[in-house]
Every structure is written in C-alpha cells, then in structure tokens.
C-alpha cells in the first residue's frame, strides 16, 4: 500500500518527462548521433535510449522498448553498434542533452538557482527507485551522476521516467495487451499518438493495425468505431492506477513539501523558453499525458 495522494507521482512525472523525451526528437540529438555514424532515425533513437545497456541485440530493445515492430528494431539492430559502440552513442546522448537544454532553456535558465534546486529534487527522488524487474531504469542508474546540474537534472528525469516505464510494462503484461494493442487501446484514449504517426515510427502495417483492434473488439474493450467502451476505459484507468502504484516510491520519498518543489520547478523549467526556442508541439502533447502503450 501506498500513502501518495492520487496521482501525485503522475503529475510529477508529468511536469519532468517533456525535458527527458525531447532530447531524443532534438536537431541536436539528431545531429550529435550523425557526427559518430549513426544517421538513420530510428536507429538513432534504438542506439540513444538503449546504449546504458550495453550492445544489446534486437530481442532485448524490443522487449524493453514494447511498442516497436520486433521486423524495425532488427533492421538497425546490432549493427548500429558496429558503427557506434554504447559509449560512443553515450557521450553523444549527453552533448546533445547539454546543447539541447541550453537552446530550449537558454543560458540563464540553465545556470540558474531553479535549475540546481530541479536537479538535486529528481536526483533526490530517484534514490527511491529500484532495479528489479527494471531493466532501463537499472541500465541507466548504473551511469555517473553529470557535474552539469542541467545535465544531472535530465539524468534523474531519465531514472525516473524509466521507472515508471518498465513498471508500466509490467502493468500491460498484467492487463494482457500485448504491443500494438496497448497502443490502440492508448489511442482510443484521445490521449495518445495518431495511428498515421504510430504505423510511420513504429514499423506496424495498417494490417497490424486492424487486427489489434479486433482483438480488443473480441475482449469487449473497442466498440465498432474504434472507441473504447465501457470496459476498455476501465481497463485504460487500472492501468494508470497500476502505474502510479509501481511509481510511488520515489515520490513518497520526497515528502510533500519536496513532491510540491520538484512538480513546481519541473513544470517551470518545462515551460521555460529562450529566445525563439520551444519544445515541438506534438512531443508536448505525447509527453504530458499518460504513458505511450
């Protein structure tokens, strides 16, 4: 049992993960991960989050990442890491977080009392967090704490926000959506990526597609349209409850006057803009809301 007030985590987690994901949708990333041979986007992304584990093969991206096509991962995966070895796309990763947030952030923001204050709060949170049964999360806790507090700040969130990842993966293997399944459900939700957007990132067919909806169909859980019926909502907010419950350790950690600094200085920072500098609009959207799956 818990004693967080109701989705006090995810809000939290809420105000934190637009930072940590926009990093791997960033012209820097992008450009960082080209400089060392790695130019293709998907293999970017595959190598980016993956890289705390190791040179791991296609089987284990797919199982830890959960809603990629197993055919999209293998056709980059291994041999992203004979063109880039983990520690090459590592320090690759962490110069594009460090030009990222200081393009979006600005200067000042980056270097400032808020931003310290941000990082020593996730980074407080996340000694809570555990590694069984967390792959990701135990992969990344295992890398150095940065010396740059906006570097440091986008670490924790990515402890963090991994977490809570893999225990949502455990909440959807308890529900028995299986990977595109979560997805159609998630997106029966309104709350979730378009399946345009989905079938072009993912690597699933419209087939795919299809026949994951009438899977759920057959569960009771989507109507005809494509809507989520009374079930299917059900189901979608144990889910989210089932997440938070996996994810409060680290917020119970901070207590409530700490809960309420690190959701108010993320959700500042987040918001923050420098000088013609924004978070892309869709990735706000996607990051803000509940977990992709």
């Not at 270097?111 to 407080?124: K, Q």
């Not at 893999?166 to 029966?188: I, N």
Request: glycine fraction near 10%.
């Amino acid at each position: 049992m818990t004693s967080l007030p109701a989705r006090a985590g995810r809000r939290c987690h809420n105000a934190l993960n637009p930072l940590h994901s926009t990093v791997y949708f960033s012209p820097d990333f992008a450009k960082e991960l080209a400089g060392v041979g790695v130019e293709d986007n998907n293999a970017a992304y595959f190598a980016g989050r993956a890289a705390a584990m190791g040179a791991v093969g296609p089987g284990v991206i797919s199982a830890t990442f959960y809603n990629f096509n197993h055919e999209l991962v293998a056709r980059h995966v291994p041999e992203v890491w004979r063109t880039a070895a983990p520690e090459t796309v590592l320090a690759a990763r962490s110069r594009a977080v460090d030009s990222t947030l200081r393009r979006l952030l600005g200067e000042e923001a980056v270097g400032s009392g808020l931003m310290a204050e941000a990082a020593g709060l996730a980074l407080r949170a996340a000694e809570a967090c555990t590694p069984h049964a967390r792959p990701l999360y135990a992969a990344h806790a295992d890398l150095p704490v940065p010396e740059l507090p906006h570097v440091a700040y986008w670490h924790a969130a990515t402890l963090l926000r991994e977490h809570r990842g893999d225990g949502h993966l455990t909440a959807l293997l308890g529900a028995g959506l299986d990977p595109l399944e979560a997805l159609v459900s998630h997106t029966a939700t309104g709350k979730g990526m378009s399946p345009r957007w989905i079938l072009a990132t993912r690597g699933w067919r419209r087939a795919d597609w299809e026949a994951a909806s009438g899977r759920l169909r057959e569960r009771g859980l989507l109507d005809g349209e494509g809507a989520l019926t009374e079930a299917g909502v059900q189901l979608r907010q144990e889910l989210e409850e089932a997440t938070d419950r996996l994810d409060a350790a680290p917020y119970e950690h901070l207590g409530a006057a700490e809960r309420r600094a690190a959701h108010r200085s993320g959700a500042r920072l987040s918001r923050s803009r420098a000088r013609g500098g924004r978070l892309p609009r869709r990735f706000e959207q996607l990051t803000t809301g509940p977990m992709a799956g």
